[in-house]
Nanobody, 115 residues
Framework: QVQYVESGGGLVQPGGSLRLSCAASRTIFSIFAWGWYRQAPGKQRELVAAITRGGNTNYADSVKGRFTISRDNAKNTMYLQMNSLKPEDTALYYC?????????WGRGTQVVVSS
């Protein structure tokens, strides 16, 4: 069993930046792949970025070139650096393994991009 706690969300103007953090309750070294997901109002949850144990990354086309995923195994933490934010990035952001484990969904962290 593991718990993930997301933080770092907030209100930001278009073009701004945020850095999200995801802290795991136990060592993440054994986890093969992690992901950041988001769910906007009225939409399904989607995977926006993923990273493997070896550091390979993948991004949704909508965030490619703007978002950067990273992980710090020593701190059991994963990050999502979000730059050039757009109103359509507004959503509740979650972290989980990739593919996700239903029982491990946390509360998420809210990101609102608005002027």
């Amino acid at each position: 069993q593991v718990q993930y706690v997301e933080s770092g969300g907030g209100l930001v103007q278009p073009g701004g930046s945020l850095r999200l953090s995801c802290a795991a309750s136990r060592t993440i070294f054994s986890i093969f792949a992690w992901g950041w997901y988001r769910q906007a109002p009225g939409k399904q949850r989607e995977l926006v970025a993923a990273i493997t144990r070896g550091g390979n990354t993948n991004y949704a086309d909508s965030v490619k070139g703007r978002f950067t995923i990273s992980r710090d195994n020593a701190k059991n933490t994963m990050y999502l650096q979000m730059n050039s934010l757009k109103p359509e990035d507004t959503a509740l952001y979650y972290c989980n393994e990739n593919p996700p484990t239903t029982a491990y969904w946390g509360r998420g962290t809210q990101v609102v991009v608005s002027s």
